[in-house]
């Protein structure tokens, strides 16, 4: 066919244009999957930085400086994770969307140009087949007009014939000499039509589609341009906060004090223990002499050594002291010195606490009684007296208990002088911790230490079984401080509505019951709790205070009174 070089051009512009659009949903199936690497990437390296975060109990991590740069470098992490994902979130908006609404651009502008394509080849194919049809036409004429004229010329020779068969003929003759001439004349018009119109879809319709396409796919490439330089510019906008974050992991590092870190460990595991004296040098060849009893507290340190390798007890150095397995002892003597005085020191600071609190409640309930006693209308004053007797009988507990610790405290600082002179050890302080049936505890660090000075491996049966008790419910009583709930100390009644719109309040609606956990202080806030999540300060005015000792929290049960 004269229009197959058209066909197989348009075959091959569809198919390159298709393959050209198909290459974008590739390019963005490519960055879709890129996108979802980084994702996953960041994920990993946040649960990663997650895993690897200090745990509470090891809060004492942040006191070495190498502690304190590996977290830093951890947090960086986490930062550096978070850049990826905007890696990730900007291909999905940049990238990803556009390209896929572009695709479906293309392929409707596509579909269009190719519509009016095969459109206009269409019309010129019919236009073709009309001109043949006019042609074999007029050559169908022309070739009956020449069998008549041929039939006429035979009978008008033939003197046989009549002169009316030959007139008919003759006519037959002019009339197909006139349907030549006629359908010469319309295959004549036609062609130039024709002509016409085929120069037209040569040189104008089918050009202008064809430039069509090509800025299509002119577009189409300078998108997947542009879709890579942002594939570039993605990344690379985020390198300055990915250079920050490896900078901050190399400050940190480099904030690293050995020095620092080394003395910190001296400081924490330092015992305190003196180094021991020369080991004397025993002769078992000559008779043992004696002048002294045994059982003198004046013996000197060779005799003590003698006695206890005599009954096959070897000394213990204390660089390597045992420690004990069973339950650790009240007084903390199961530490060295050093480390004692910390858990001491920490135990009073804990027990000062309790106390003030106690006497802040004190406080304020003797504020609520003098004011029951001036207006006998708001409560009865006597209604206060069993809670403050508790109170009171809470302080004396504690006062008694943190003597307790400070004598042991004293023993370990040196102000009381139990090694060198046993009998010393009834001295007024002593006697008035164990004057206090409670508070009565002969499990002391001196009365553990061997003559030398040197610590036994295990405490006595006797004194174990007085201290497991205690130490079995004070085992975690320094990680737990922290998350301490305040106890309630009554209860209330709102005698208006309050809305609690400043930080630190809490909105109450009128007749609505809570219960108070610190009464006013002076200043005209009373601090209410309404559940374990809800809690803060309403005006005093506000509310009628009801001290109860037998209220109970919400949802919850308040920690019991400390006791010795």
């Known amino acids: 066919s004269q229009w197959g070089p058209e066909t197989d051009q348009f075959d091959n512009l569809e198919k390159h244009t298709q393959w050209g659009i198909d290459f974008v949903e590739k390019y963005t199936k490519?960055?879709?999957?890129?996108?979802?690497?980084?994702?996953?990437?960041?994920?990993?390296?946040?649960?990663?930085s997650k895993k690897y975060q200090p745990k509470k109990k090891e809060e004492d991590e942040n006191k070495y400086t190498w502690c304190r740069a590996f977290h830093s470098t951890?947090?960086?992490?986490?930062?550096?994770?978070?850049?990826?994902?905007?890696?990730?979130?900007?291909?999905?908006?940049?990238?990803?969307?556009?390209?896929?609404?572009?695709?479906?651009?293309?392929?409707?502008?596509?579909?269009?140009?190719?519509?009016?394509?095969?459109?206009?080849q269409q019309q010129i194919e019919a236009n073709w087949k009309q001109l043949e049809l006019c042609k074999r036409k007029f050559e169908r004429d022309c070739k009956e007009a020449d069998r008549a004229q041929q039939y006429f010329e035979k009978l008008d020779a033939d003197i046989?014939?009549?002169?009316?068969?030959?007139?008919?003929?003759?006519?037959?003759?002019?009339?197909?000499?006139?349907?030549?001439?006629?359908?010469?004349?319309?295959?004549?018009?036609?062609?130039?039509?024709?002509?016409?119109?085929?120069?037209?879809h040569y040189y104008t319709i089918i050009p202008n589609i064809f430039q069509k396409i090509q800025a299509m796919e002119e577009k189409r490439i300078e998108r997947m341009g542009e879709s890579l330089k942002t594939f570039a510019e993605v990344d690379r906008q985020i390198l300055p906060i990915i250079g920050k974050c490896l900078d901050g992991i190399t400050q940190a590092a480099e904030s690293i004090e050995p020095k620092n870190d080394s003395s910190q460990v001296i400081e924490s595991y330092k015992s305190g223990f003196e180094p021991p004296g020369d080991v004397e040098f025993e002769d078992y060849g000559q008779a043992m002499k004696r002048t002294v009893s045994e059982t003198s507290l004046t013996n000197s340190r060779s005799d003590s050594k003698a006695d206890r390798s005599s009954k096959g007890k070897s000394k213990t150095l204390w660089p390597f002291i045992k420690k004990n397995k069973g339950s650790n002892p009240e007084d903390f003597s199961h530490l060295p010195p050093e480390q004692r005085r910390k858990k001491l020191q920490a135990k009073i600071d804990d027990i000062n606490k309790d106390i003030q609190k106690e006497m802040d409640q004190r406080d304020a309930l003797t504020k609520m009684k003098e004011v029951y006693i001036k207006n006998p209308q708001m409560g009865d004053p006597n209604s206060v007296d069993p809670r403050l007797a508790e109170i009171a009988h809470n302080i004396e507990k504690l006062q008694a208990e943190a003597q307790k610790f400070e004598g042991w405290l004293a023993e370990v600082e040196g102000r009381m002088p139990v090694k060198s002179d046993p009998p010393r050890r009834t001295s007024a302080l002593y006697e008035t911790q164990n004057s206090t049936p409670p508070t009565t505890n002969n499990n002391c660090a001196q009365d553990r230490e061997s003559p030398d000075g040197s610590y036994t491996e295990e405490p006595s049966s006797e004194v174990q079984s007085k201290v497991q008790p205690e130490t079995a419910e004070s085992g975690d009583e320094f990680d737990d401080a922290d998350e301490e709930i305040l106890p309630t100390i009554g209860t209330c009644k709102a005698l208006y509505p309050f809305e609690g719109v400043n930080e630190g309040t809490i909105s109450v609606t009128e007749g609505e019951l809570l219960y108070v956990i610190e009464e006013d202080k002076g200043d005209g806030w009373t601090r209410v709790r309404r559940n374990e999540e809800e809690e803060g300060y309403v005006p005093s005015s506000y509310v009628e205070v009801f001290l109860d000792s037998n209220a109970k929290p919400l949802g919850f049960t308040p920690p019991a009174s400390t006791g010795i």
């Open 30 to 48: 490519f960055v879709k999957e890129r996108t979802e690497i980084e994702l996953n990437y960041a994920r990993q390296i946040r649960n990663l």
């Open 74 to 120: 951890l947090n960086e992490l986490n930062d550096y994770a978070g850049q990826h994902e905007v890696i990730g979130e900007n291909m999905t908006s940049q990238i990803i969307a556009e390209l896929t609404r572009y695709a479906q651009e293309i392929k409707t502008e596509r579909k269009a140009h190719f519509h009016d394509g095969r459109k206009a």
């Open 160 to 200: 046989n014939v009549t002169k009316a068969d030959v007139e008919k003929a003759r006519q037959q003759a002019q009339m197909r000499h006139q349907m030549a001439s006629d359908s010469k004349n319309e295959y004549s018009s036609y062609l130039q039509k024709f002509n016409q119109e085929q120069n037209e």
